[in-house]
Nanobody, 133 residues
Framework: QLQLVESGGGLVQPGGSLRLSCAAS????????IGWFRQAPGKEREGVACVSDRPDGRTYYSDSVKGRFTISRDNARNTVDLEMNGLKPDDTAVYYCAAGPPLFWRPPGVPETCVLVAAYDYWGQGIQVTVSS
């Protein structure tokens, strides 16, 4: 059974940076596609960044974070990290990592569908990120 735990959240001023980490236990993350999602109060859960399984490693970002966020794998630590730069108040949310089969990274799948909640089987408990002065 795969278990995911997020860390690294907190309070940051606008324009600041945070690095979230998604740690796995139970098995390796190498053969899973990983997504980072967020959910603000009163809003639906939104996919912001995804990475395919190893060794492919392709990534996808939503338009709302493209150019500011970077998703990456740390194979030695069995984690998937989300580096967040240029944070804005609109980035305030609970952030979740999720793992699932890399179906959408293979034909006839469409990588852009990696931001869909339904594409993932395992979820972390979430961690708060607050961007405020």
């Amino acid at each position: 059974q795969l278990q995911l735990v997020e860390s690294g959240g907190g309070l940051v001023q606008p324009g600041g940076s945070l690095r979230l980490s998604c740690a796995a236990s139970g098995r390796t993350l190498d053969d899973s596609a990983i997504g980072w999602f967020r959910q603000a109060p009163g809003k639906e859960r939104e996919g912001v960044a995804c990475v395919s399984d190893r060794p492919d490693g392709r990534t996808y970002y939503s338009d709302s974070v493209k150019g500011r966020f970077t998703i990456s794998r740390d194979n030695a630590r069995n984690t998937v990290d989300l580096e967040m730069n240029g944070l804005k108040p609109d980035d305030t949310a609970v952030y979740y990592c999720a793992a699932g089969p890399p179906l959408f990274w293979r034909p006839p799948g469409v990588p852009e569908t990696c931001v869909l909640v339904a594409a993932y089987d395992y979820w972390g408990q979430g961690i708060q990120v607050t961007v405020s002065s």
